[in-house]
């Protein structure tokens, strides 16, 4: 399709400036299905086989991960505040995938401020019940929270946030799979996001995992 593209583009102009713009065309929509391909690929892995579990330690995982990003957050002038429970209980699961979702709900947190602001991640212990067994007895939980002072998530649109290809980056290289796959990576490990307005502007992601 795309060599078609570029066939039917040279053919229309043979003016340099003209066939510059329309290679650069090409080359981005290119970069954006090599995207949605990767993003397609990790949406579906899971499902390939069971993947090897071990215990996760989400303290070490979130300090790990915010190492590995520390030079685009200050690229994006975000300024970044990490709270880790003492003592945080591990879990069962695959640490590559967990980060895979401390990355994604990040990057995301950061493309939310564009002018930059500022990053809070918490770990945390908390006693619950899931949701929809609000009458079941408490359950013990490890829960992670990203919270930004973004331009926050209009109601409208937070019940669809998870759903595949669903974007509200159109035209800046959002596929709408970046969130799917964190919400089925997590619901793989027997937990869920919830995602809340925050107080001080922003929204808060919290992801919950059976401790």
Known sequence: VIAGRARSIQKKSRDPEAVEKNAEIVA??????????QRLLDFTRRKV???ERTTVNL???????????AGQFSTAKV??????????????????????????LLLNAVQAMPDGGS?????????RTRPGLETGADQRFVRFSVADTGVG?????????????YTTK???G?????????????????????VEDATSGGSIFRVYLPA
């Open 119 to 127: 990053l809070s991640i918490e770990t945390r212990t908390v006693s």
């Open 170 to 172: 159109e035209g800046s």
């Open 153 to 165: 998530i209009r109601k409208d649109i937070k019940d669809k946030i998870f759903d595949p290809f």
């Open 59 to 69: 303290n070490e995982l979130a300090a790990s991960t915010i190492e590995l990003l």
């Open 79 to 104: 300024r970044t505040r990490v709270e880790r429970e003492p003592d945080l209980p591990k879990i069962p699961g695959d640490a590559d995938r967990l980060q895979q979702v401390l990355i994604n």
């Open 28 to 37: 981005e929509q290119t970069a954006r299905i090599t995207r949605i391909i």
């Open 174 to 194: 959002g596929t709408g799979l970046g969130l799917a796959v964190c919400s089925g990576i997590v619901k793989e490990h027997d937990g869920w996001i919830e």
């Open 49 to 51: 086989g069971t993947a």
